[in-house]
């Protein structure tokens, strides 16, 4: 069943609620985080009670308006009704500068519809900044029209990227690739939260932005920032199933193409 584009703002709307809510709680415990609030999920992977509270805030506004909607997010069991609207929610994207006190971190939201992302919304509560967008309708920060890089070579811009990891038996194809990107590139960067790399690159900010093995909430609202602010957003294999793989390569046109040729190059080797 096609869906109405009309009825996008409104979940845009219980998404921006639902991540203003949420701020409120990472705003009041920044700074406050003791090791009796932290647990390892993974190795070197994280999660804090705050994490936790934020979650529990967005799932409870957003099935307060669309109970049977199912929702996917990264501190708890997915929750499946067979509906054709899914719900993807980081409650809490840089928890481990969260954690050690640096000020980059965000509330990432996403709805996908049939398996079509639709509508995003990226929350940074320190600095009350609001990104989204909705298929067809373009991006935005804070109610202003985004766009992204105007540049089309990666010789004059910077490139984000996140470290793997959690897979760390790549690293020696990682830094190859960082290698080749560092050589072309102004400059790299690694904030620590991939929706905010995104974001920023949807914002112009970055040129690119490329990392392994992500989960689909890292993720899913920035890849439809940045295509909805006229970038290109594929896996490793030039293709759109990066919700899936968790390869993500993402930027303008050129630069996106550019830094696909030099990752393949690696990766297929």
Known sequence: MPVDINDLPKYLDVAREAALKAGVVLKENFGKICTSMINEKAKNDYVTIVDKKSEDIIKDHIKSHFRNHDIMAEESPAERHSSRFLWIIDPLDGTMNYIHGLPS?????????????????????????????????????????????????????LIA?????????????YLQVFKDLFMRATGIRRGGSACLDLAYTAEGIFGGF????LS?????????????????????????????????IAGTKGIQHEMLKIIQATFRN
């Open 210 to 213: 490329f990392e392994c093995a």
């Open 161 to 173: 990227t996140g470290f793997p990891f959690r897979i760390k038996e790549i690293i020696d194809s």
């Open 105 to 157: 971190f965000a509330v990432s939201i996403a709805l996908a519809i049939e398996g079509n992302l639709a509508m995003g919304i990226i929350y940074e509560p320190l600095r009350d900044t609001i990104y989204s967008a909705m298929r067809g309708h373009g991006s935005f920060k804070n109610d202003k029209r985004i766009h992204v890089s105007s540049s089309e070579t990666l010789s004059t811009v």
């Open 216 to 248: 689909p909430w890292d993720m899913a609202a920035g890849a439809l920032l940045v295509e909805e602010a006229g970038g290109v957003v594929t896996d490793f294999e030039g293709k759109n199933q990066y919700l899936k793989t968790g390869n993500i």
